[in-house]
Structures are given as C-alpha cells and as structure tokens.
C-alpha cells in the first residue's frame, strides 16, 4: 500500500517570500511523484512531475521540486509567491512502471496563503 | 486542444435518489479516473476504466458504480444516496498506449476536469 502525508495543512507567507511545501510518501514499489495545484471550485491541475532522471524538477508558474530517494521526500518550493499562489496543493503518488491503472494516492492538501 | 469536461457541473439531490455524472476525457485519452474529494476524507480514487473495463477500484460500496463507452467518455452512477455522498466528483483521463509485443503501459499523467460538485440534501 502507499500512503503520502504532507506535513503542513496550512502555510501562510507574504507576498515575493519564498515558500517550502513538505510531502512525504511511503511505497514498497517504485513510484511516481506529482504536485496538483486547486484553486476554488476549480478542478486539479499539474504543476510537475517526477518519473525519472534527474531528481529536481521544474514546473509551471515558477515551482520546482526536488526528489529524495533516501528520505522518501519531494517538497515544492517556489523562490517567490505571488498572491496569485493562494491554492490549496496536493502532493501525489503512483505506481511506476506501467502498472498504476490509472490509481493516485493524494496526500492531504496543504492550503497556501499568500498575504500582501 | 479540450480538456476534460464534467456534466452537470452542479447538482442538488435527496437522500435515496440515485445520480449519474458524466465524462468526456481528452481526445485519444482512453483511460478515465474518478475521485471523490470530501473535506473529511480529501481525495479518494474510486475506481479507473480502460477500453469500456474497470480495472482498479477504490474502497467504495457498491453504491457506486460506473461505466465506459467505446468513445472512451465514461459515466458514474451513485445509487440510494447518503448525506455523505455530498463531494466534489472528479473526473481524470489519461493516455493509454499499446506498444510492441500487446503489452499496454500506462503513461504517466493524469488531467483533471474541473469536477461536479453533488449535494445531498
């Protein structure tokens, strides 16, 4: 079974500060690894992905992400936000290899709000 | 290029009503995903299709149940509803290929539509 648990339910930061958005996972298989962005009543959109190579990807809007192997890690980060930024995001697993059929594991959202 | 599109977008039912949700994947997308996402229970996989087949299911009742057509758009049904059952339902597609030897491989992104939002009343 897998599991991803993101460590803050809530982060509040100001506006052009930079912001770290901590997720954890746990899987007995390889996996893949994806950030979702929701905005209100919207639906979940793709920020990056990691599914091999190199282990610090770069998504849209500015976000990146680094994978830790060793510390089943892959925390979000953003240099400086933008009061646009105010989302909630999701952290994600799946199994790699051609064998998800299609199944996320999402973590518990964590909810960014950037202040002016 | 269109994305995933959910109807009805909203929705009001009553306890012991039954409802079908409807989506219509990415074009060439022939697996669809859907998810419930309560506040309580955040986003939980209900069950995936591919090729009019269900091939995974998530720990939901048999109350809920769903369906793929041959042009890959994909309906849930939840039957005698529950105040519970209030969620947003969403919907996810994601491109299925065949490659040498008939072996399938997943890839590895799944599109979100925008969801419905379903009341229990």
Request: proline share 4%; glycine share 8%.
């Amino acid at each position: 079974a897998q599991s991803v648990t993101q460590l803050d339910s809530q982060v509040p930061v100001f506006e052009e500060a930079p912001v770290e958005l901590r997720c954890n996972y746990s899987s007995s298989v390889s996996v893949y690894l994806f950030w979702y962005v929701q905005y209100p009543n919207q639906g979940l959109q793709l920020l990056l992905k990691y599914l091999s190579g190199s282990t610090l990807v770069k998504g849209i809007n500015g976000f990146e992400a680094e994978f830790n192997k060793s510390q089943t890690s892959f925390h979000l980060r953003k240099p400086s936000v933008h009061i646009s930024d105010t989302a909630e995001y999701f952290c994600a697993v799946s199994n790699a290899g051609g064998t998800s059929y299609g199944k996320l594991t999402f973590g518990q959202g964590t909810i960014l709000t950037v202040h002016p | 290029k269109a994305g995933v599109t959910q109807t009805p977008r909203y929705l009001i039912k009553t306890r012991g009503q039954q409802v079908t949700l409807s989506c219509s994947p990415i074009s060439g997308h022939r697996s669809v995903s859907w998810y419930q996402q309560t506040p309580g229970q955040g986003l939980q996989f209900l069950f995936e299709y591919f090729s009019e087949t269900q091939r995974n299911k998530g720990n939901f009742p048999g109350r809920f149940s769903g369906r793929q057509f041959s042009n890959s758009r994909s309906e849930m049904n939840v039957s005698t509803l529950e105040l519970g059952d209030s969620a947003l339902y969403l919907c996810a597609s994601s491109l299925v290929f065949w490659a040498s030897g008939s072996r399938e491989y997943d890839t590895d992104t799944q599109y979100f539509g925008p969801g419905t939002r379903l009341t229990v009343l």
